[in-house]
């Protein structure tokens, strides 16, 4: 090698060797940097256990794992029972940090039980309160479980945030349950109305909402918010208000199976399985078994259980698994007797949670306003309906058809237009849209002895007189399509007797949704279940 070319390969080594060093440097210095950044961080952060000598050491700071260890005696007190009443008394509540807003040497926090909120506030004093203690506060994350001590105080003016606005507590004790980690949104977000969100549009705001998939991807959190917390109240209601009033009326309560051999409504919306080598079918409802239980004399029988239906409409109002409230009796003479339970049945339901449910129903209208539900009894005939619509401009309404999303609501705008109720029954169906089981009318079998019910211009309820001979049954079947095979034991039961019966299913979330006006059934099912969503 040249002296040359000696002389050009060091240059170029030794640019070489300052470039490494000039990136191990910057690297170095960002390391230094990230490990400053982390020191910082850890100083920085609220603490969760006090210092030895903090002087309300024995207030604050996260307990340790609950795990059954002890029963110390102590006695929370509901948040919703907060009041007036208790004002210049100690308490203990637990609930989940709502929301915390930290100020100076003190801290205000929302406190949330199930729908009841309280604010709690915390002054740094050094004797019940410390510096330390409010940090801590500010610190816990959003929907924390904490338990919190302190005197119930009158606040200087009624706290409009909160539901018990006429009190509030003044913190000594603040402790952690169980931290929460970081959330896929704010349950604040979550809570808000639509009501509030257009308002803060008009002056120019965006405020920030949570879309429903988003919502039921984290369920778990969504029915935190103190509107869902208010649906599934209501909806225990509704299954309570119907046990009791059904009860008080002579019925007694059945549980069905739901692995069955065919389908029990007819049709392709069933949910077919393997069962042991055999074809087996997720019931449609009870309504086999609980007609084989009238042949049984058990004469009024009702089911609260799941119904299954492979239907693939994606709609507001539809789902594929949802729970029926299901009835069956025995009649004498027309399936009238029938239509007067089902009256009496929802004026006691209607009753009730006007009555029992009052801070449910307004805890729901906090978020998703709702006029109050008109009702009374009233029943019109399939005809009847058909004719309000043509009169109404539908000339070209089939009188022979079902109604379909848009003919049930406009019939049931001229229903309340015309005689004041969001309730009524419309009876006497077409034989064509009704199922196997259905008795035909009597004086023309074009119609049936059946009847939807419907809330705010939505079916809630379908039903009918059944079908109590075993040869007009098994012909009906056959009619429909249905391989008597897979329903020879529901037909034989019919062969030894059989009382005249009727009955009706009820679809629980729909009532409920269309009850409080909402506008999507998915609010009201728990964890739904519709042709796009199996979990969670």
């Known amino acids: 090698m040249s002296a040359t070319e000696e002389a050009l390969a060091k240059e170029l080594a030794d640019k070489a060797a300052i470039k490494a060093a000039k990136k191990a440097e910057k690297e170095a210095k960002e390391a230094a940097k990230a490990e400053r950044a982390a020191q910082r961080g850890v100083k920085q952060a609220a603490p969760t256990q006090p210092d030895a000598d903090d ?56 406190i949330r039980q199930r729908t009841a909120t309280v604010q709690a506030v915390m002054f740094a004093d050094e004797e019940t309160v410390s510096k330390g203690m409010v940090k801590y506060a500010c610190g816990v994350p959003k929907e924390s479980i904490v338990d919190v001590g302190g005197v119930v105080v009158a606040p200087a003016a009624p706290v409009e945030s909160a539901t018990q606005q006429d009190v509030e507590l003044q913190v000594n004790l603040l402790r952690v349950v169980s931290r929460a980690a970081a959330l896929p949104f704010e349950l604040t977000d979550a809570a808000r109305s639509e009501a509030e969100v257009a308002a803060a549009a008009e002056r120019g705001e965006v405020l920030v909402t949570v879309s429903q998939d988003v919502r039921l991807d984290n369920r778990a959190l969504d029915l935190r918010t103190p509107a869902n917390q208010a649906i599934f109240r209501l909806q225990s209601g509704v299954c309570q208000l119907f046990r009791e009033a059904l009860l008080g009326q002579g019925f007694m309560e059945i549980h ?35 007609q084989m239980a009238i042949c049984a004399d058990m004469d009024r029988v009702f089911e609260i259980g799941p119904v299954f239906r492979a239907e693939n409409s994606y709609t507001h109002r539809h789902l594929c698994e949802f729970t029926g409230l299901d009835f069956e009796m025995a009649i004498y003479e027309h399936y009238s007797e029938v239509m ?64 379909n999303t848009e003919l049930e609501r406009r019939l049931g705008r001229l229903v309340r237009e015309k005689h004041g109720t969001d309730f009524y029954i419309l009876h006497r169906y077409p034989a064509a849209v009704r199922p196997f089981y259905t008795m035909p009318c009597p004086d023309d079998p074009t119609y049936s002895n059946s009847f939807d019910v ?83």
């Not at 077919?272 to 019931?283: I, N, Q």
Request: proline share 7%.
């Open 55 to 110: 002087p309300c050491a024995s207030r604050w700071g996260d307990y340790p794992m609950v795990q059954s260890t002890e029963v110390t005696g102590r006695k929370w007190t509901p948040v919703d029972k907060l009041t007036p009443d208790l004002i210049g008394q100690e308490v203990l509540v637990r609930g989940r940090l709502y929301t915390v807003r930290g100020k100076g040497k003190s801290a205000f926090l929302m």
């Open 340 to 403: 007067d339970v089902i009256e009496r049945l929802f004026m006691a339901i209607f009753d009730g949670l006007a009555t029992r449910y009052a801070p449910e129903l307004a805890a729901v209208a906090a978020q998703y306003p709702f006029e109050p539900i008109a009702a009374k009894p009233l029943r019109l005939t399939f005809a009847e309906g058909i004719q309000m619509l043509r009169d109404d401009g539908l000339t070209d309404v089939d009188p022979l058809g079902d109604l």
């Open 256 to 290: 069905t199976p739901k692995l069955i051999a065919g389908a029990s409504e007819g049709g392709a919306a069933v949910f077919r399985f393997d069962y042991m080598g055999r074809p087996g079918c997720l019931a449609q409802s009870p309504q086999l078994y609980k």
């Open 454 to 536: 419907f809330i705010r211009g939505e079916e809630i309820i379908s039903g009918a007189q059944r079908v109590h001979d075993a040869d007009l049954l098994a012909a009906r079947a056959s009619a429909c399509g249905i391989p008597l095979e897979t329903i020879q034991a529901y037909i034989d039961s019919f062969k030894l007797g059989a009382s005249p019966h009727g009955g009706c299913g009820v679809g629980l979330e729909r009532v409920v949704m269309l009850y409080a006006g909402l506008n999507n059934i998915r609010k009201t099912s728990l964890f739904p279940r519709d042709p796009k969503r199996l979990e969670p």
